[in-house]
């Protein structure tokens, strides 16, 4: 049987008082520890290379497939044999490295539109809680 997290004051409730959603093992987790919210809620300024990793992994992927599709591809040129297989795995390699590649390379642009609208909406509340507060 799984342990259900506890609080950061060790009382086993949720932060704030959230509603508690039964997992599929009968554990009990926050509604609101979602992966995708912890990822931009507030907290210690992140690095770069923390905000980057995946997209610049998914990029390396890409490339690496990439260049291994070109070499199956040229392969099915030189060699006689099998050439049929290199003649298909060549191009499924090549369009699956491509796709890789974009994927990442269109990830960093939105991960940076989500960050400005961060940035926004951390300002606003500074705002708001600075003059809602007197």
Do not use: N
Request: include cysteine.
């Amino acid at each position: 049987m799984e342990v259900p997290p506890r609080s950061p004051d060790g009382s086993g409730q949720c932060p704030q008082g959230r509603e508690l959603a039964a997992s599929s093992t009968g554990s009990t987790l926050c509604a609101s520890s979602s992966r995708s919210e912890s990822v931009w809620a507030g907290g210690a300024p992140r690095s770069r290379w923390h905000i980057y990793r995946k997209p610049l992994v998914l990029v390396a992927v890409g490339v690496a497939v990439f260049l291994f599709g070109v070499v199956i591809t040229s392969l099915a040129c030189f060699l006689k044999q099998h050439k049929k297989v290199y003649k298909m795995s060549g191009p499924a390699f090549l369009s699956l490295g491509l796709m890789l590649l974009v994927c990442g390379l269109v990830w960093v642009p939105i991960i940076r539109k989500k960050q400005k609208q961060r940035q926004k909406s951390q300002f606003l509340q500074s705002l708001k809680s600075f003059f809602f507060s007197r």
